[in-house]
């Protein structure tokens, strides 16, 4: 059953503010009715958004504030000035207790910090990561880490897979998600040190909540090879990137293969419903929506630049990350997983 959850959301953020975040969330409504929202910015644009949308209205409170967050603006310099910002107050709701998760579409760098600064890291996490769903050929994966942080150790990479297990767990509903560690090549002696590092200790560690398959590639992912696909957030960026841009260009290939000649657009025609459940397989809309992980508390990220639809998918998913109970069932994974490291250790080192 449905229980009542409440979202803050950074109606500022992202390339189109209250006009997309605010109709965005009523889509949000209509899938699940037991939302409400609190809504963090400019109250009188707000609410000419919520006079259109009277069953969100009245789902809804407006708190306002004229303090607000640019997205070209660094990381330092928003933090600087954070305090009272839309993005800030949507952050602080969770911390607060007012809201159960955070959305905004707004500068990642900057939500990043503000929320690693509010929120505070799970005991054990120096640096939280940003995962993504990743949709493949037979459903859907958990990427991370795709642009948070730049490097990591062989430690930061377990604990991605750590992380990355546990919202499969939420999401997905699998016990035991199976992982992988993106890597150049399958062989165990591919790989920076720190990949191969991390690959030992995941092998050689018992009873992980998690079903290790060791090194994938690149094309892997797409295939559904593993729940969890586990990066460096310098790679993982352009990965997601990448895949992004790719998808695009296959759908304009489409389109212009399908206008060359009167056969082929009779063609197009005949296939219009096989073209439709493609488009919608690769409208990036439907998984928009990145989580911050290792983080007391829960905050997603949607892409700066989307649609209503694609901020409706990214409010879905807050909702879902609210329902798992996600946080104490990681904490506790992380705890056991340290200990194990630790016992590894001492009976090596004796």
């Not at 892409?303 to 694609?310: I, R």
């Not at 590894?344 to 004796?350: C, H, I, K, M, R």
């Amino acid at each position: 059953m449905s229980q009542p959850r409440t979202i803050a959301l950074d109606a500022m953020g992202g390339d189109h503010g209250p006009s997309v975040v605010v109709p965005g969330a009523a889509l949000s409504l209509e899938r699940s009715p037991a939302l409400s929202f609190i809504f963090y910015g400019d109250e009188q644009a707000i609410r000419a958004e919520l006079e259109r949308l009277p069953a969100l209205a009245a789902r809804s409170r407006v708190v306002h504030t004229d303090r607000v967050i640019g997205m070209s603006e660094k990381p330092s310099q928003a933090l600087r000035r954070g305090k009272g910002s839309s993005l800030w107050m949507t952050i602080d709701a969770v911390r607060n207790g007012e809201a159960d998760v955070a959305v905004s579409a707004g500068n990642t760098g900057a939500f990043m910090a503000m929320s690693k600064l509010i929120l505070r890291p799970i005991k054990g996490i120096e640096r939280p990561a940003l995962a993504a769903i990743w949709p493949t050929v037979k459903a859907e994966c958990i990427v991370l880490d795709v642009g948070a942080n730049i490097g990591a150790s062989s430690r930061e990479l377990c604990h991605l897979a750590m992380m990355g297990a546990a919202m499969a767990r939420a999401l997905f509903h699998i016990e035991r998600p199976t992982v992988g560690l993106l890597n150049v090549g399958v062989e165990e002696v591919k790989g920076v040190d720190e990949v191969r590092e991390a690959h030992s200790i995941l092998k050689s560690t018992a009873e992980l909540p998690l079903d290790y398959r060791g090194f994938i590639e690149g094309d892997q992912i797409g295939q559904g090879s593993v729940d969890v696909v586990v990066v460096e957030g310098f790679a993982g960026n352009i990965a997601l990137k990448t895949a992004e841009g790719t998808a695009k260009q296959i759908a304009e290939y489409l389109r212009a293969a399908m206008r060359r000649t009167w056969l082929s657009k009779l063609g197009a025609v005949l296939a219009s419903g096989g073209f439709r459940v493609l488009k919608e397989k690769m409208d990036p809309r439907r998984v928009n929506g990145g989580t911050f992980l290792g983080l007391n508390g829960i905050a997603v990220k949607s892409h700066g630049g989307t649609d209503a639809l694609g901020f409706a998918s990214a409010v879905d998913l807050a909702y879902e990350m609210a329902q798992s109970h996600l946080i104490p069932r990681l904490t506790a994974d992380l705890t056991a997983f340290h200990d194990k490291l630790e016992a590894t250790t001492d009976t090596t080192a004796g």
